[in-house]
Protein backbone atom coordinates (compact mmCIF):
# COMPACT_ATOMS: atom_id res chain seq x y z
CA UNK A 1 0.00 0.00 0.00
CA UNK A 2 2.84 2.18 0.45
CA UNK A 3 3.96 2.17 -2.91
CA UNK A 4 1.03 2.91 -4.12
CA UNK A 5 0.12 5.95 -1.89
CA UNK A 6 3.05 7.32 -4.04
CA UNK A 7 0.85 7.28 -7.35
CA UNK A 8 -2.19 9.29 -7.60
CA UNK A 9 -5.30 7.57 -9.30
CA UNK A 10 -8.82 7.10 -8.68
CA UNK A 11 -10.49 3.64 -8.04
CA UNK A 12 -13.61 2.73 -10.28
CA UNK A 13 -16.22 -0.18 -9.44
CA UNK A 14 -17.19 -2.17 -11.78
CA UNK A 15 -19.41 -5.31 -11.10
CA UNK A 16 -18.40 -8.69 -11.40
CA UNK A 17 -20.76 -9.34 -14.16
CA UNK A 18 -19.01 -6.31 -16.17
CA UNK A 19 -15.52 -7.54 -15.85
CA UNK A 20 -14.55 -9.49 -18.98
CA UNK A 21 -11.59 -10.56 -16.97
CA UNK A 22 -10.52 -12.15 -13.82
CA UNK A 23 -9.23 -9.95 -11.10
CA UNK A 24 -5.44 -10.45 -10.68
CA UNK A 25 -5.70 -9.53 -6.87
CA UNK A 26 -8.73 -11.51 -6.08
CA UNK A 27 -8.10 -14.72 -8.12
CA UNK A 28 -4.58 -14.80 -7.02
CA UNK A 29 -3.30 -18.40 -6.59
CA UNK A 30 -0.03 -18.58 -4.70
CA UNK A 31 0.75 -22.45 -5.64
CA UNK A 32 1.24 -21.85 -9.62
CA UNK A 33 2.44 -17.64 -9.88
CA UNK A 34 3.31 -16.49 -13.32
CA UNK A 35 6.18 -14.09 -11.74
CA UNK A 36 8.84 -15.18 -10.36
CA UNK A 37 8.54 -11.66 -7.60
CA UNK A 38 5.45 -13.92 -6.39
CA UNK A 39 6.63 -17.11 -5.42
CA UNK A 40 7.41 -18.31 -1.84
CA UNK A 41 10.47 -19.94 -1.68
CA UNK A 42 12.95 -17.47 -1.44
CA UNK A 43 14.54 -17.47 1.90
CA UNK A 44 16.70 -13.91 1.57
CA UNK A 45 16.18 -10.78 -0.49
CA UNK A 46 18.46 -7.69 -1.61
CA UNK A 47 17.62 -4.58 -2.97
CA UNK A 48 20.15 -2.86 -4.96
CA UNK A 49 19.71 1.30 -3.99
CA UNK A 50 21.51 3.21 -7.11
CA UNK A 51 21.50 5.49 -9.87
CA UNK A 52 23.19 6.43 -12.70
CA UNK A 53 26.15 8.05 -11.09
CA UNK A 54 26.86 4.55 -8.90
CA UNK A 55 25.20 2.60 -5.73
CA UNK A 56 24.61 2.95 -2.23
CA UNK A 57 26.25 0.97 0.38
CA UNK A 58 27.01 0.66 4.39
CA UNK A 59 29.58 -1.45 6.61
CA UNK A 60 28.45 -4.11 8.44
CA UNK A 61 29.15 -3.85 12.33
CA UNK A 62 28.86 -7.98 13.05
CA UNK A 63 29.44 -11.37 11.52
CA UNK A 64 29.24 -13.14 10.01
CA UNK A 65 29.62 -10.45 7.56
CA UNK A 66 31.51 -7.93 9.59
CA UNK A 67 33.25 -5.13 8.00
CA UNK A 68 31.90 -6.26 4.31
CA UNK A 69 29.79 -3.34 2.52
CA UNK A 70 26.02 -4.52 1.78
CA UNK A 71 23.08 -3.08 0.38
CA UNK A 72 19.18 -3.34 1.76
CA UNK A 73 18.95 -7.42 2.77
CA UNK A 74 16.93 -9.43 4.85
CA UNK A 75 14.97 -12.95 5.07
CA UNK A 76 11.75 -13.71 3.59
CA UNK A 77 9.20 -14.17 6.14
CA UNK A 78 6.93 -17.24 6.23
CA UNK A 79 3.84 -16.62 3.74
CA UNK A 80 5.57 -13.45 2.32
CA UNK A 81 6.62 -13.29 -1.06
CA UNK A 82 9.98 -11.91 -1.96
CA UNK A 83 8.83 -8.73 -3.30
CA UNK A 84 6.66 -7.89 -0.28
CA UNK A 85 9.70 -9.11 2.06
CA UNK A 86 11.87 -6.74 -0.26
CA UNK A 87 9.93 -3.85 0.07
CA UNK A 88 9.33 -4.27 4.03
CA UNK A 89 13.44 -4.92 4.39
CA UNK A 90 14.32 -1.65 2.81
CA UNK A 91 12.03 0.49 4.37
CA UNK A 92 13.26 -0.94 7.57
CA UNK A 93 16.76 -0.49 6.56
CA UNK A 94 16.39 2.96 4.46
CA UNK A 95 13.18 4.51 4.93
CA UNK A 96 12.33 4.49 1.56
CA UNK A 97 9.77 3.38 -0.25
CA UNK A 98 10.01 2.19 -3.31
CA UNK A 99 8.95 -0.11 -6.44
CA UNK A 100 11.84 -2.52 -6.79
CA UNK A 101 12.50 -4.60 -9.66
CA UNK A 102 13.06 -8.44 -9.81
CA UNK A 103 16.75 -8.96 -11.63
CA UNK A 104 17.16 -12.51 -11.11
CA UNK A 105 17.95 -15.16 -8.23
CA UNK A 106 21.17 -16.38 -6.82
CA UNK A 107 20.68 -20.00 -6.18
CA UNK A 108 24.14 -20.64 -4.12
CA UNK A 109 21.77 -18.50 -1.36
CA UNK A 110 18.27 -19.28 -2.12
CA UNK A 111 18.07 -15.23 -2.41
CA UNK A 112 15.96 -13.06 -4.99
CA UNK A 113 17.92 -10.37 -6.09
CA UNK A 114 16.10 -6.64 -6.64
CA UNK A 115 16.75 -3.55 -7.83
CA UNK A 116 15.79 0.29 -7.60
CA UNK A 117 16.73 3.67 -9.00
CA UNK A 118 16.32 6.19 -6.60
CA UNK A 119 17.34 8.71 -8.19
CA UNK A 120 18.43 11.62 -6.13
CA UNK A 121 16.79 10.38 -2.73
CA UNK A 122 19.08 8.78 -0.05
CA UNK A 123 18.99 6.59 2.43
CA UNK A 124 18.07 6.81 5.82
CA UNK A 125 20.30 5.35 8.74
CA UNK A 126 17.93 3.49 10.59
CA UNK A 127 19.38 0.29 11.74
CA UNK A 128 22.53 1.84 14.25
CA UNK A 129 23.26 -1.05 15.87
CA UNK A 130 23.79 -3.26 13.28
CA UNK A 131 25.48 -0.93 10.27
CA UNK A 132 27.40 2.07 9.20
CA UNK A 133 25.15 5.19 7.57
CA UNK A 134 24.71 4.35 3.92
CA UNK A 135 27.40 5.77 2.23
CA UNK A 136 27.64 6.32 -2.02
CA UNK A 137 29.74 4.74 -4.06
CA UNK A 138 30.53 5.31 -7.60
CA UNK A 139 30.51 2.86 -9.93
CA UNK A 140 33.99 2.85 -10.09
CA UNK A 141 34.48 2.41 -7.26
CA UNK A 142 31.91 -0.26 -6.30
CA UNK A 143 33.77 -2.27 -8.65
CA UNK A 144 37.10 -2.02 -7.22
CA UNK A 145 35.51 -3.20 -3.94
CA UNK A 146 33.97 -6.30 -5.75
CA UNK A 147 37.82 -7.03 -6.52
CA UNK A 148 39.06 -6.54 -3.81
CA UNK A 149 35.98 -8.53 -2.28
CA UNK A 150 35.09 -5.87 0.01
CA UNK A 151 31.42 -6.57 -0.98
CA UNK A 152 28.95 -9.13 0.72
CA UNK A 153 29.72 -12.07 -1.34
CA UNK A 154 26.19 -12.17 -3.17
CA UNK A 155 27.28 -8.59 -4.55
CA UNK A 156 29.10 -10.16 -7.50
CA UNK A 157 25.41 -9.84 -9.47
CA UNK A 158 25.65 -6.23 -9.07
CA UNK A 159 28.69 -5.74 -11.12
CA UNK A 160 26.07 -6.51 -13.88
CA UNK A 161 24.34 -3.11 -13.26
CA UNK A 162 27.50 -0.96 -13.85
CA UNK A 163 27.53 -1.87 -17.35
CA UNK A 164 24.20 0.27 -18.24
Same mark, same amino acid.
Given at each position: ?????????????????????????????????????????????????????????????????????????? +?? &? @??????? *???? =??????? %? #????????????????????????????????? +?? &? @??????? *???? =??????? %? #?????????????
Amino acid at each position: MEVLSSYHFDIQYKPGKKMGHADYLSRMNNTQTEFPWDQKDAKYVLNVLYNEKGVYGSERYKDPMEGLIQVPCG +KV &D @PEETSYQ *AVIR =ETVKETG %L #TSAPKYLCKDDRFNCDLYTTNIGDRKPEWTELE +KM &D @PWTFYTW *AEWN =EMAEQEE %L #TPIYIFVRYLSKF
